[in-house]
């Protein structure tokens, strides 16, 4: 959703500093993979300091891609290796939360962690099969960029397990609307 009408908005005011970064968009992919690993193992003791981190990782996760555009070095591999870790940062994290839930004894946080992990992967996994199968399926209220903005917004604040139930909830609503979308298609089609 964010991702649909706003995908690009970053890059005409990070576009002549991304000119200027003498890295490949893949190094810093990869950097921002990196990162938010680093983030989703401060997690498990310091919520609001991996919270920091994982803001840190976001923004790699925005340069790469600009990088990219702006310097004409967009590649299918680049894009690929960005989905790619996209989805193993989306686990690291989910899994650092609910190992820190697990250290103090929250169950329903470690339920949380587990429900929202399962429709981050059902969202990307919708996506990913619907374009297989020919039907463009970018619809939904909760994309990766909504995930992380849910996501940094509660470990930050401290508003964390509201934070995962609307992160949880809508994930699952967000593919139900894939799958929705993909009926539609397959019954017009």
Known sequence: ????????????????????????????????????????????????????????????????????????????????????????????????LAAGFFRTGNIQGVLLCLSSLIGAFMVSYARARAEGLGIDCKVGVMERPERLAVLAFGTVSGILTPSLWVLSLLSHFTALQRLRRVWRAAAEG
């Open 1 to 96: 959703m964010i991702g649909e009408h706003f995908g690009h908005v970053f890059d005409k005011p990070l576009g002549r500093l991304a000119r200027h970064i003498p890295v490949s968009p893949n190094v810093l992919t990869v950097t921002g993979f990196l990162v938010t690993v680093c983030a989703s193992v401060l997690l498990v003791s310091n919520v609001r300091l991996g919270g920091l981190l994982l803001v840190v990782g976001g923004i790699f996760d925005i340069l790469d891609g600009i990088v990219a555009r702006v310097q004409g070095r967009a590649t299918l591999f680049g894009a690929f290796l960005d989905s790619y870790l996209d989805r193993y940062a989306d686990g690291f994290l989910l899994v650092g």
